[in-house]
Structure formats: structure tokens, C-alpha cells
């Protein structure tokens, strides 16, 4: 058996040590005989484990008693309706930063619920950096302000959280969930895809505020209203139970790891690390200004990119993968999630170095 180190944007790598756990309890579960993936979502196994991986989830990142934590799915796709199905308020519109691709689909989205002001856009500069605070034309009477923290796509993390007075923040943090800590009672709304820094595809994570639940457009959708998943401890319909089961594991392995400042020295290490080795190149290239500069997804540029394939190609050999760039931006993207361990950044760059003399 090899495992790679595996750069995708998501799904990402799981931590060896879960999948060994995993592995571990498949056929039987903790002596009942089944796989979690057998379980009744009612029975006392599984409320259980969902009990004990909000639990942990909430020490992990202090998550206040007025937040509610729900486990549903969708995807980060599915927040970007439901988020103004559920906040937008008396006709008052809602300030979206515009910093990236999944800014611009959440913006997309959002129009369809109601009115939609830009309070900020990158796009002119091609989305290489965060703007300031200075530069967000806010509006005091908005509905909500929602941005996205980690660009995934681009490489773009907001250095700072944006001070919105008293308008509920909203933040799409699918990309950069758990990797470092954070102050939640900065936000109104949380919400991330699983499958980057949190467990397998099909979990969605939402953390919202408790009063801003329960007032949701006329004509949402049961399964899109927020107070049903609330009140029914994310067990209204059936949850994604084997993937919740996952996730508890990795909230396990990074409390074992020290929380999330361990996680976050650990990030920082290797995007350091890793941007240092393209800056200190003439052959590697990253545009985003470095302030700006995302811990969990680092796009790059060779030279000249008729070498794009071979470096694909032979980084492949060495058990380097995933690391083409997203379709819209082309290059390289090496995505070093929380589970990715540094030694598989160390060899990236060993790789990229030998990649340059050989080719450069
Ligand atoms: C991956 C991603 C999404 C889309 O997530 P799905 O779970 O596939 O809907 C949205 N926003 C960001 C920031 C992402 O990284």
C-alpha cells in the first residue's frame, strides 16, 4: 500500500490516523455488531457519536451556547440559497464582498431572494487580493454582510474579519473551517462543505446564531428552513450519518493534535514554507498580494506552461497529486488542508526544485 499526497481542493485527504480508526470499527462498531453506516440515525449508537461530535466540534472552536450547530447537506452550494431564505428581513437587501468564483456564485444565488448590493469587488484586479476594511462600502441597514474568508480557487484569505457594526457577518468557510482559531461570536452564520478541512463529501456544517433562526422567507422549503434542522437537532429527515461519524473522528485527531492553535502552527509552517520556495524562484509564480495570501490553497505558475504537463506528469511519479490548477485559472493549485502532513509539502517543494533545475 502507498498513500499520496493527495493536493486536491476537495475532496481532500483525510488524516491517516482517522481512516486507520475507521478502518478499525467498519464491520463492528464499539461491540454493536454494525458498521456506523448501519446504524439507526435514533438509535442510542449513533445520537452517541452525532452528541459527541458536536460536543467536540464546539470546544474546538469555542462556539458560543447561543449558536446553534447543525449537520446537514447540500453542500456549501445549497448555504448560498439558504442563507437568504433564512436572513434576508423586511425587504432590506444584503452587502456581498466579491472576492472570487464562490463569491460570485453566492452572489448569483442570493439575487434570486432578494436585492443584492457589492459592497466590495476585487474583480478588476483579478481577484489577487482582499480589499481592506477601508474599502467596504457598507450599509448599515443590510440584512446580513456574507463573504468568503478563503477563496478556494484563487488563493485569496481575508488577512482580518470584516467589522460590520452590528449587521449579522455570514461567512462561507468551506476551504478554511478548523484551520486555525477563530472568534465566533464575530459571525451570525458559519457554513462549510465537509470535504476540504472537515471530513467526506456530503456533511455541511452550519453554525448560526440562535436569532437569527426562525424567520425565514414565505414559501422556504422545510428542509431549507433552519429552525426545522434546530429543533430537530439536525435529525429531521436522515442525516448524513456515516460522514458525521467521519468528521467526529477528525475533530478527535485535532484536539489530540492541541486544538486548533496546534493546527494553525502546523498551517502555518507549511504555506510559509511553500510560498518561500515560489517567491525565491524566478520559475514559480503566485499573483496574490502577500497579505493575502491563502494558508489552504496555493496556486502557481511556471514559466511556461507548455511545461505544465510534464510537471503534472512526473510529479505524479513521485506520488504528487491532484495539482492542476481550477479549469478558470490554469496552472498549478496544491490545496494543504489540515490534512496535509508537512512532510508532503516538504516534498512538493523538493520536487518543484528539481523540477526547475531539470527544465528551468
Ligand atoms: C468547495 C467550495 C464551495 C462549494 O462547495 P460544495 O460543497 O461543493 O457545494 C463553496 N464555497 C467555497 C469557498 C468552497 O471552497
Same mark, same amino acid.
Not at 517543494?349 to 523540477?355: L, N, P, V
Given at each position: 500500500?502507498?498513500?499520496?499526497?493527495?493536493?486536491?481542493?476537495?475532496?481532500?485527504?483525510?488524516?491517516?490516523?482517522?481512516? !486507520?480508526?475507521?478502518?478499525?470499527?467498519?464491520?463492528?462498531? #464499539?461491540?454493536?455488531?454494525?458498521?456506523?453506516?448501519?446504524?439507526?440515525?435514533?438509535?442510542?449508537?449513533?445520537?452517541?457519536?452525532?452528541?459527541?461530535?458536536? &460536543?467536540?466540534?464546539?470546544?474546538? *472552536?469555542?462556539?458560543? /451556547?447561543?449558536?446553534?450547530? *447543525?449537520?446537514?447537506?447540500?453542500?456549501?452550494? *445549497?448555504?448560498?440559497?439558504?442563507?437568504?431564505?433564512?436572513?434576508?428581513?423586511?425587504?432590506?437587501?444584503?452587502?456581498?464582498?466579491? &472576492?472570487?468564483?464562490?463569491?460570485?456564485?453566492?452572489?448569483?444565488?442570493?439575487? #434570486?431572494?432578494?436585492?443584492?448590493?457589492? /459592497?466590495?469587488?476585487?474583480?478588476?484586479?483579478?481577484?489577487? #487580493?482582499?480589499?481592506?476594511?477601508?474599502? !467596504?462600502?457598507?450599509?448599515?441597514?443590510?440584512?446580513?454582510?456574507?463573504?468568503?474568508?478563503?477563496?478556494?480557487?484563487?488563493?485569496?484569505?481575508?488577512?482580518?474579519?470584516?467589522?460590520?457594526?452590528?449587521?449579522?457577518?455570514?461567512?462561507?468557510?468551506?476551504?478554511?473551517?478548523?484551520?486555525?482559531?477563530?472568534?465566533?461570536?464575530?459571525?451570525?452564520?458559519?457554513?462549510?462543505?465537509?470535504?476540504?478541512?472537515?471530513?467526506?463529501?456530503?456533511?455541511?456544517?452550519?453554525?448560526?446564531?440562535?436569532?437569527?433562526?426562525?424567520?425565514?422567507?414565505?414559501?422556504?422549503?422545510?428542509?431549507?428552513?433552519?429552525?426545522?434542522?434546530?429543533?430537530?437537532?439536525?435529525?429531521?429527515?436522515?442525516?448524513?450519518?456515516?460522514?458525521?461519524? *467521519?468528521?467526529?473522528?477528525?475533530?478527535?485527531?485535532?484536539?489530540?493534535?492541541?486544538?486548533?492553535?496546534?493546527?494553525?502552527?502546523?498551517?502555518?509552517?507549511?504555506?510559509?514554507?511553500?510560498? /518561500?520556495?515560489?517567491?525565491?524562484?524566478?520559475?514559480?509564480?503566485?499573483?496574490?498580494?502577500?497579505?493575502?495570501?491563502?494558508?489552504?490553497?496555493?496556486?502557481?505558475? !511556471?514559466?511556461?506552461?507548455?511545461?505544465?504537463?510534464?510537471? !503534472?506528469?512526473?510529479?505524479?511519479?513521485?506520488?504528487?497529486?491532484?495539482?492542476?490548477?481550477?479549469?478558470?485559472?490554469?496552472?498549478?493549485?496544491?490545496?494543504?488542508?489540515?490534512?496535509?502532513?508537512?512532510?508532503?509539502?516538504?516534498?512538493?517543494?523538493?520536487?518543484?526544485?528539481?523540477?526547475?533545475?531539470?527544465?528551468?
Amino acid at each position: 500500500m502507498s498513500r499520496a499526497f493527495n493536493f486536491s481542493a476537495g475532496p481532500a485527504m483525510l488524516p491517516a490516523a482517522v481512516l !486507520l480508526q475507521a478502518r478499525e470499527e467498519m464491520l463492528d462498531w #464499539r461491540g454493536s455488531g454494525m458498521c456506523v453506516a448501519e446504524m439507526s440515525h435514533r438509535g442510542k449508537e449513533f445520537l452517541s457519536i452525532a452528541e459527541q461530535a458536536e &460536543t467536540d466540534l464546539r470546544e474546538l *472552536l469555542a462556539i458560543p /451556547a447561543d449558536y446553534k450547530v *447543525l449537520f446537514l447537506q447540500g453542500g456549501a452550494s *445549497l448555504q448560498f440559497a439558504m442563507v437568504p431564505m433564512n436572513l434576508y428581513r423586511d425587504g432590506r437587501a444584503a452587502d456581498y464582498l466579491n &472576492t472570487g468564483s464562490w463569491s460570485k456564485k453566492a452572489i448569483s444565488e442570493a439575487k #434570486r431572494f432578494g436585492e443584492v448590493r457589492v /459592497a466590495a469587488t476585487t474583480e478588476a484586479e483579478r481577484f489577487t #487580493r482582499a480589499p481592506a476594511q477601508a474599502e !467596504l462600502a457598507l450599509n448599515p441597514d443590510a440584512a446580513y454582510l456574507h463573504y468568503t474568508p478563503n477563496e478556494t480557487i484563487e488563493g485569496v484569505e481575508f488577512p482580518y474579519v470584516p467589522d460590520t457594526g452590528g449587521v449579522p457577518l455570514v461567512a462561507d468557510m468551506s476551504s478554511t473551517i478548523l484551520s486555525r482559531p477563530i472568534d465566533v461570536s464575530r459571525y451570525g452564520v458559519i457554513y462549510a462543505g465537509a470535504q476540504k478541512n472537515v471530513g467526506p463529501a456530503g456533511l455541511t456544517i452550519v453554525i448560526v446564531r440562535s436569532d437569527l433562526i426562525g424567520q425565514p422567507l414565505p414559501g422556504t422549503p422545510t428542509m431549507l428552513d433552519y429552525k426545522i434542522h434546530a429543533d430537530n437537532d439536525s435529525m429531521y429527515n436522515t442525516p448524513p450519518t456515516y460522514a458525521w461519524y *467521519l468528521a467526529g473522528l477528525v475533530f478527535r485527531w485535532l484536539k489530540d493534535l492541541g486544538g486548533l492553535p496546534g493546527m494553525a502552527a502546523i498551517n502555518r509552517r507549511k504555506a510559509e514554507a511553500l510560498y /518561500a520556495a515560489i517567491d525565491q524562484s524566478a520559475f514559480y509564480a503566485n499573483p496574490v498580494q502577500p497579505e493575502s495570501r491563502s494558508w489552504m490553497n496555493v496556486p502557481f505558475t !511556471l514559466a511556461d506552461p507548455k511545461l505544465d504537463d510534464t510537471f !503534472l506528469a512526473e510529479a505524479k511519479k513521485q506520488g504528487l497529486v491532484t495539482l492542476k490548477g481550477h479549469r478558470s485559472v490554469g496552472g498549478m493549485r496544491a490545496s494543504i488542508y489540515n490534512a496535509m502532513p508537512e512532510e508532503g509539502v516538504q516534498a512538493l517543494i523538493g520536487f518543484m526544485q528539481e523540477f526547475e533545475r531539470k527544465y528551468g
